[in-house]
């Protein structure tokens, strides 16, 4: 079965603040209701958390690290689902349940599969 | 000779359309199926001027198309037996490259299908030794071909897959006008006006797309049409309006666009005949096209509505493009669409004899639904035209100051103000009209035209009466969509 994995881009919030509880709810909402077709999943730290990482030059050069997002934008990725779907209008549909979809943007990217 | 080919490239052009559609589905891959049918083209190319178009020229190219798609698998087969010689690595890292790549045999062809048809091919090849004169005789006893209903139902999933809302418009564009009209990359350039090499990347990414994200190829279920029939319709529309309007600059294909554009709504049409939105976009297209024969001069020169000589508009085609508004209205329970009210605006145009015979008030009430409908600044700028004419041109003027200023807009204002005698701001208005648009542009001469008689106007101040208005729609379809990449 195809695999695509559903990128949410909502505002970059702190998913354990109380005022997120409430949304929160309606991602998991979803989970459960699509469990069958959700693969694996994951809620992110906010942005600010993130540290981006390069290596200079080439494999085993100096490790530098970078404080913050790799690009500040109004939306961010927040998180993912790997969803399973027959074809790109089934998994259109799956990911027209989330709720980023409509307090954001979902990007649906089809999965290479290992042969 | 020439004329004998482009006859001869003509019927494969079209014809390879379908055969196209039946093949995609059979192998399950676009860009495979597009080299069969295009070497297909190739071999028809090089036998019909010589032997003739044969009597069903889509058999002889359906069959041909499929046994060059067999050997294409092979030749890939061949080819990928090499590559496995080399390390698994490399092998692997090929696939993880090219996942939409041309070939993927376990998914895109089941090959058991394949033997079959060579065996079907075996048996015409055959056939056609022992002396059956045509391949039809010896082929539609077999199993190579497919009923007309399953061949109409292959088009259909072509248009629908090359119209998938998850393409951008422009890509559904380009790649309707290479696998529903055969058009080659470079011709579909210029009518996008880009170039050749950008196309061509275009319909790489969308085959990768369509393949690796898996737009399904089939034809949406009757509750789903109502979502997807739009962008099909939007395709067809623009690409008329493309080749009827050209929006920025001289036209330097040779492919007439607005003959392709028919061809595909009347395609639609047919294979969805019940469906009204179909039928109003035939309608418009047939309606528009009417008129085509009095648009320009014998000089070339851009003949305004109001000039034209209603005696060249196509009769038959008005009459033709009546009926379909009528019978897409009928079929039609919810208010009317973008496409309707644009052709009933048409046919409000097409059925007096005179421009001063207009029923403008009509034609403001046709506007101003339409505008609700689908909104667009071509629509407002028709719709202040029309307002005009039922003489009140202050109200025109007025409501011009909220829609955004072009070319068009500053030589409307400018005949409003010509009607009002102010002349010498009507020639400034013309100025900007004639300064935001290349000197090439199919109107700039009518514009140029206007603001010599504007200025004559304004340095000879004897009560003149108003010149003729001259400021109505250009042919273009109202709601114009602009084909930007």
Same mark, same amino acid.
Request: net charge negative.
């Given at each position: 079965?195809?695999?695509?994995?559903?990128?949410?881009?909502?505002?970059?919030?702190?998913?354990?603040?109380?005022?997120?509880?409430?949304?929160?709810?309606?991602?998991?909402?979803?989970?459960?209701?699509?469990?069958?077709?959700?693969?694996?999943?994951?809620?992110?730290?906010?942005?600010?958390?993130?540290?981006?990482?390069?290596? *200079?030059?080439?494999?085993?050069?100096?490790?530098?690290?970078?404080?913050?997002?790799?690009?500040?934008?109004?939306?961010?990725?927040?998180?993912?689902?790997?969803?399973?779907?027959?074809?790109?209008?089934?998994?259109?549909?799956?990911?027209?349940?989330?709720?980023?979809?409509?307090?954001?943007?979902?990007?649906?990217?089809? /999965?290479?599969?290992?042969? | 000779?020439?004329?004998?080919?482009?006859?001869?490239?003509?019927?494969?052009?079209?014809?390879?359309?379908?055969?196209?559609?039946?093949?995609?589905?059979?192998?399950?891959?676009?860009?495979?199926?597009?080299?069969?049918?295009?070497?297909?083209?190739?071999?028809?190319?090089?036998?019909?001027?010589?032997?003739?178009?044969?009597?069903?020229?889509?058999?002889?190219?359906?069959?041909?198309?499929?046994?060059?798609?067999?050997?294409?698998?092979?030749?890939?087969?061949?080819?990928?037996?090499?590559?496995?010689?080399?390390?698994?690595?490399?092998?692997?890292?090929?696939?993880?490259?090219?996942?939409?790549?041309?070939?993927?045999?376990?998914?895109?062809?089941?090959?058991?299908?394949?033997?079959?048809?060579?065996?079907?091919?075996?048996?015409?090849?055959?056939?056609?030794? *022992?002396?059956?004169? +045509?391949?039809?005789?010896?082929?539609?006893?077999?199993?190579?071909?497919?009923?007309?209903?399953?061949?109409?139902?292959?088009?259909?999933?072509?248009?629908?897959?090359?119209?998938?809302?998850?393409?951008?418009?422009?890509?559904?564009?380009?790649?309707?006008?290479?696998?529903?009209?055969?058009?080659?990359? +470079?011709?579909?350039?210029?009518?996008?006006?880009?170039?050749? /090499?950008?196309?061509?990347?275009?319909?790489?990414?969308?085959?990768?797309?369509?393949?690796?994200?898996?737009?399904?190829?089939?034809?949406?279920?009757?509750?789903?049409?109502?979502?997807?029939?739009?962008?099909?319709?939007?395709?067809?529309?623009?690409?008329?309006?493309?080749?009827? +309007?050209?929006?920025?600059? *001289?036209?330097?294909?040779?492919?007439?666009?607005?003959?392709?554009?028919?061809?595909?709504?009347?395609?639609?049409?047919?294979?969805?005949?019940?469906?009204?939105?179909?039928?109003?976009?035939?309608?418009?297209?047939?309606?528009?096209?009417?008129?085509?024969?009095?648009?320009?001069?014998?000089?070339?020169? /851009?003949?305004?509505?109001?000039?034209?000589?209603?005696?060249?508009?196509?009769?038959?085609?008005?009459?033709?493009?009546?009926?379909?508004?009528?019978?897409?209205?009928?079929?039609?329970?919810?208010?009317?669409?973008?496409?309707?009210?644009?052709?009933?605006?048409?046919?409000?145009?097409?059925?007096?004899?005179?421009?001063?015979?207009?029923?403008?008030?009509?034609?403001?009430?046709?506007?101003?639904?339409?505008?609700?409908?689908?909104?667009?600044?071509?629509?407002?700028?028709?719709?202040?035209?029309?307002?005009?004419?039922?003489?009140?041109?202050?109200?025109?003027?007025?409501?011009?100051?909220?829609?955004?200023?072009? !070319?068009?807009?500053?030589?409307?204002?400018?005949?409003?103000? +010509?009607?009002?005698?102010?002349? !010498?701001?009507?020639?400034?208005?013309?100025?900007?009209?004639?300064?935001?648009?290349?000197?090439?542009?199919?109107?700039?001469?009518?514009?140029?035209?206007?603001?010599?008689?504007?200025?004559?106007?304004?340095?000879?101040?004897?009560?003149?009466?108003?010149?003729?208005?001259?400021?109505?729609?250009?042919?273009? !379809?109202?709601? !114009?969509?602009?084909?930007?990449?």
């Amino acid at each position: 079965m195809p695999q695509y994995l559903a990128l949410t881009y909502t505002a970059d919030v702190d998913w354990w603040a109380p005022e997120q509880a409430e949304e929160l709810a309606e991602y998991r909402k979803f989970g459960v209701e699509y469990a069958e077709k959700v693969k694996a999943s994951a809620v992110l730290h906010p942005t600010a958390t993130a540290t981006v990482v390069r290596v *200079e030059g080439a494999r085993g050069g100096p490790i530098v690290t970078t404080d913050g997002p790799y690009a500040e934008t109004k939306e961010a990725l927040t998180g993912y689902y790997l969803i399973e779907a027959e074809d790109l209008e089934e998994a259109i549909k799956i990911a027209a349940e989330i709720p980023a979809a409509w307090g954001g943007a979902v990007e649906v990217r089809p /999965v290479i599969l290992a042969k | 000779m020439d004329q004998q080919y482009d006859a001869v490239a003509e019927t494969i052009r079209i014809e390879g359309t379908r055969i196209l559609a039946t093949l995609i589905r059979t192998v399950g891959d676009v860009q495979l199926a597009e080299d069969a049918v295009q070497e297909a083209t190739l071999a028809a190319l090089g036998a019909w001027p010589v032997t003739g178009v044969p009597p069903e020229p889509r058999a002889w190219l359906t069959v041909t198309a499929r046994r060059k798609a067999i050997d294409i698998i092979r030749r890939e087969r061949a080819r990928a037996a090499k590559e496995r010689d080399g390390s698994e690595l490399i092998e692997l890292n090929r696939r993880d490259l090219d996942p939409a790549g041309a070939f993927d045999l376990d998914r895109a062809f089941d090959l058991e299908r394949a033997f079959d048809l060579e065996r079907a091919f075996d048996a015409h090849r055959a056939l056609v030794a *022992e002396g059956a004169r +045509a391949p039809e005789c010896s082929l539609s006893a077999g199993a190579a071909l497919d009923s007309d209903a399953m061949q109409q139902d292959d088009l259909l999933r072509l248009i629908f897959t090359c119209c998938h809302p998850s393409l951008s418009p422009p890509t559904r564009v380009a790649l309707a006008l290479r696998t529903l009209c055969g058009l080659s990359p +470079a011709q579909i350039a210029g009518v996008l006006l880009t170039t050749e /090499v950008a196309t061509t990347k275009r319909l790489v990414r969308a085959r990768q797309k369509i393949a690796a994200a898996r737009i399904p190829y089939r034809v949406p279920s009757e509750p789903e049409l109502p979502d997807r029939l739009p962008a099909v319709c939007a395709v067809i529309h623009s690409l008329y309006t493309a080749g009827h +309007a050209p929006l920025e600059g *001289e036209t330097a294909y040779d492919v007439d666009l607005c003959a392709e554009a028919i061809r595909l709504a009347e395609l639609l049409h047919t294979l969805l005949s019940d469906q009204p939105m179909p039928t109003a976009v035939l309608a418009l297209l047939l309606l528009t096209e009417s008129r085509r024969p009095a648009r320009v001069d014998t000089s070339g020169e /851009v003949v305004t509505l109001d000039q034209q000589d209603r005696t060249l508009w196509d009769r038959d085609l008005i009459t033709r493009g009546v009926a379909l508004l009528n019978d897409s209205l009928n079929r039609s329970d919810r208010q009317a669409d973008a496409y309707q009210l644009q052709a009933a605006i048409a046919a409000e145009h097409a059925r007096v004899p005179s421009y001063s015979a207009t029923d403008w008030r009509e034609i403001v009430r046709l506007y101003e639904l339409l505008n609700q409908v689908s909104p667009s600044p071509a629509a407002q700028l028709g719709h202040v035209v029309a307002i005009a004419e039922t003489g009140e041109v202050d109200t025109a003027l007025n409501l011009l100051d909220a829609i955004p200023q072009t !070319a068009r807009w500053h030589a409307i204002r400018a005949e409003l103000l +010509a009607r009002q005698s102010h002349y !010498a701001e009507a020639v400034t208005e013309l100025t900007k009209a004639l300064e935001c648009t290349p000197a090439n542009h199919p109107e700039q001469s009518h514009r140029k035209r206007r603001q010599a008689l504007f200025t004559h106007h304004a340095n000879n101040p004897t009560p003149h009466p108003a010149p003729p208005s001259d400021h109505t729609q250009p042919e273009a !379809a109202p709601s !114009a969509t602009r084909l930007g990449l």
